[in-house]
């Protein structure tokens, strides 16, 4: 059974950072794309960022180009997502998720081609 755990999470201030981390067990990790998506109280889940198996490529939500980061090492068996210049409209629960090669896809972008998801962590930025 594959389990994600993200890790990382809490309350910042305007302009701060944030490292999230996501440990994956009980699966090749290596054949999974990753990715972070978030939601907001009152609105619908959307992507943040993604990385391919191999890690060799990313793609980011345009709000968050250019501030976070999404990485991935395949040996420890995580990803991880570093937050700068954060936003009170960065303020959202962050899941992590993993995804199976379906497709010719090797960066997933939209919720149905993840099969695995984490709980979730809170992320809270002050203004």
């Known amino acids: 059974q594959v389990q994600l755990v993200e890790s990382g999470g809490g309350l910042v201030e305007n302009g701060g950072s944030l490292r999230l981390s996501c440990a994956v067990s009980?699966?090749?990790?290596?054949?999974?794309?990753m990715g972070w998506f978030r939601q907001a109280p009152g609105k619908e889940r959307e992507f943040v960022a993604a990385?391919?198996?191999?890690?060799?490529?990313?793609s980011y939500k345009d709000s968050v180009k250019g501030r976070f980061t999404i990485s991935r090492d395949n040996a420890k068996n995580t990803v991880n997502l570093q937050m700068n210049s954060l936003k009170p409209e960065d303020t959202a629960v962050y899941f992590c998720?993993?995804?199976?090669?379906?497709?010719?896809?090797?960066?997933?972008?939209?919720?149905?081609?993840?099969?695995?998801w984490g709980q979730g962590i809170q992320v809270t930025v002050s203004s």
């Open positions: 009980g699966g090749t990790f290596s054949s999974y794309a």
């Open positions: 998720a993993a995804g199976e090669r379906r497709t010719f896809r090797i960066v997933l972008t939209t919720s149905p081609e993840y099969h695995y």
């Open positions: 990385i391919s198996f191999s890690g060799s490529s990313t």
